[in-house]
Protein backbone atom coordinates (compact mmCIF):
# COMPACT_ATOMS: atom_id res chain seq x y z
CA UNK A 1 0.00 0.00 0.00
CA UNK A 2 3.17 2.43 -0.17
CA UNK A 3 2.57 2.38 -3.70
CA UNK A 4 -0.95 3.40 -3.27
CA UNK A 5 0.06 5.70 -0.50
CA UNK A 6 2.87 7.68 -3.06
CA UNK A 7 0.04 7.95 -5.57
CA UNK A 8 -1.64 10.08 -3.12
CA UNK A 9 1.22 12.03 -2.07
CA UNK A 10 1.99 12.54 -5.89
CA UNK A 11 -1.22 13.71 -6.87
CA UNK A 12 -2.66 15.67 -4.35
CA UNK A 13 -0.15 16.24 -1.39
CA UNK A 14 -0.50 15.82 1.66
CA UNK A 15 -1.44 19.12 3.48
CA UNK A 16 -4.52 18.29 5.92
CA UNK A 17 -5.61 15.50 2.88
CA UNK A 18 -8.56 13.91 2.96
CA UNK A 19 -9.36 10.36 1.45
CA UNK A 20 -12.49 8.29 0.39
CA UNK A 21 -12.35 4.77 0.43
CA UNK A 22 -15.56 2.61 -0.60
CA UNK A 23 -15.83 -1.18 -1.95
CA UNK A 24 -18.03 -4.02 -2.86
CA UNK A 25 -20.16 -4.99 -0.01
CA UNK A 26 -18.51 -7.48 2.03
CA UNK A 27 -14.90 -6.36 1.86
CA UNK A 28 -12.92 -5.19 5.10
CA UNK A 29 -12.78 -1.31 4.27
CA UNK A 30 -11.43 -1.04 7.62
CA UNK A 31 -8.62 -3.43 7.12
CA UNK A 32 -7.63 -1.40 3.64
CA UNK A 33 -8.02 1.55 5.34
CA UNK A 34 -5.17 0.75 7.95
CA UNK A 35 -3.17 -0.83 5.11
CA UNK A 36 -2.97 3.06 3.49
CA UNK A 37 -2.36 4.47 6.89
CA UNK A 38 0.70 2.54 7.66
CA UNK A 39 1.40 3.05 3.50
CA UNK A 40 2.05 6.68 4.36
CA UNK A 41 3.80 5.97 7.47
CA UNK A 42 6.51 4.51 5.54
CA UNK A 43 6.58 8.02 3.64
CA UNK A 44 6.82 9.40 7.06
CA UNK A 45 3.18 11.35 6.36
CA UNK A 46 0.96 11.52 9.25
CA UNK A 47 -2.45 9.76 8.26
CA UNK A 48 -5.45 8.00 10.66
CA UNK A 49 -8.10 6.69 9.56
CA UNK A 50 -12.25 6.94 10.33
CA UNK A 51 -15.02 4.78 10.00
CA UNK A 52 -17.56 6.90 8.10
CA UNK A 53 -20.40 7.96 10.77
CA UNK A 54 -22.93 8.71 7.70
CA UNK A 55 -23.40 8.71 4.17
CA UNK A 56 -24.87 11.72 4.12
CA UNK A 57 -22.54 14.82 2.52
CA UNK A 58 -23.26 17.41 5.03
CA UNK A 59 -23.21 15.39 8.38
CA UNK A 60 -19.71 14.07 6.79
CA UNK A 61 -18.15 17.43 6.23
CA UNK A 62 -19.30 18.64 9.12
CA UNK A 63 -18.50 16.16 11.35
CA UNK A 64 -15.38 14.28 9.70
CA UNK A 65 -14.00 16.89 6.93
CA UNK A 66 -13.99 19.86 8.35
CA UNK A 67 -12.77 19.64 11.89
CA UNK A 68 -10.02 17.14 10.38
CA UNK A 69 -8.58 20.33 8.13
CA UNK A 70 -9.48 23.01 10.66
CA UNK A 71 -7.55 21.12 13.79
CA UNK A 72 -4.20 21.15 12.59
CA UNK A 73 -1.73 22.87 10.00
CA UNK A 74 1.09 21.25 7.76
CA UNK A 75 1.03 17.43 6.48
CA UNK A 76 -1.43 14.99 7.60
CA UNK A 77 -4.11 12.62 6.15
CA UNK A 78 -7.46 11.50 7.01
CA UNK A 79 -8.76 8.10 5.56
CA UNK A 80 -12.82 8.06 5.72
CA UNK A 81 -13.59 4.25 4.96
CA UNK A 82 -17.25 3.09 4.17
CA UNK A 83 -20.21 2.30 2.12
CA UNK A 84 -21.41 4.81 0.29
CA UNK A 85 -18.36 7.12 0.12
CA UNK A 86 -18.17 7.23 -3.89
CA UNK A 87 -21.87 7.60 -3.96
CA UNK A 88 -23.27 10.92 -6.19
CA UNK A 89 -23.06 13.46 -3.49
CA UNK A 90 -20.21 12.70 -1.15
CA UNK A 91 -17.49 11.47 -3.68
CA UNK A 92 -16.77 15.54 -4.13
CA UNK A 93 -15.15 15.73 -0.49
CA UNK A 94 -12.34 14.35 -0.97
CA UNK A 95 -9.29 14.88 -2.23
CA UNK A 96 -8.42 11.29 -3.52
CA UNK A 97 -10.51 8.21 -3.70
CA UNK A 98 -10.12 4.59 -4.02
CA UNK A 99 -12.63 1.49 -5.16
CA UNK A 100 -11.67 -1.50 -3.70
CA UNK A 101 -13.28 -5.12 -4.86
CA UNK A 102 -12.87 -8.41 -5.41
CA UNK A 103 -12.72 -10.63 -8.19
CA UNK A 104 -16.18 -12.06 -7.12
CA UNK A 105 -18.75 -9.52 -8.13
CA UNK A 106 -16.59 -7.08 -9.97
CA UNK A 107 -17.91 -4.33 -11.10
CA UNK A 108 -17.65 -3.31 -15.01
CA UNK A 109 -15.01 -1.25 -15.76
CA UNK A 110 -16.76 1.61 -16.52
CA UNK A 111 -19.04 1.51 -13.61
CA UNK A 112 -19.95 5.14 -12.07
CA UNK A 113 -18.26 4.59 -9.08
CA UNK A 114 -14.69 3.31 -10.49
CA UNK A 115 -14.90 5.91 -13.02
CA UNK A 116 -15.21 8.66 -9.94
CA UNK A 117 -12.29 6.60 -8.19
CA UNK A 118 -9.12 8.42 -8.23
CA UNK A 119 -7.77 4.35 -8.17
CA UNK A 120 -9.22 0.64 -8.04
CA UNK A 121 -7.56 -1.88 -5.44
CA UNK A 122 -7.53 -5.56 -6.41
CA UNK A 123 -7.94 -7.16 -2.69
CA UNK A 124 -9.19 -10.40 -4.45
CA UNK A 125 -5.96 -11.95 -2.58
CA UNK A 126 -6.54 -9.84 0.47
CA UNK A 127 -2.43 -10.49 1.65
CA UNK A 128 -1.40 -9.10 -1.59
CA UNK A 129 -3.82 -6.12 -2.99
CA UNK A 130 -2.86 -5.00 -6.01
CA UNK A 131 -3.82 -1.64 -8.19
CA UNK A 132 -6.35 -1.91 -11.23
CA UNK A 133 -6.01 0.08 -14.19
CA UNK A 134 -9.22 1.26 -14.99
CA UNK A 135 -8.61 3.54 -17.53
CA UNK A 136 -10.35 3.59 -21.19
CA UNK A 137 -7.47 2.84 -23.78
Request: net charge negative; with cysteine.
Amino acid sequence: MAAIAAEVIGQVGTNRTVVGIDGQGGIDLERVAAALVAGFAQHGVPAMAAAAPSTDADVLRSDVVTPFRTTGAGDGVLVVHGPGMLAQGVRGLWRWSLWVEQEDGRLDRRADVKIAASAVLDVTDPEHPRREWNDAC
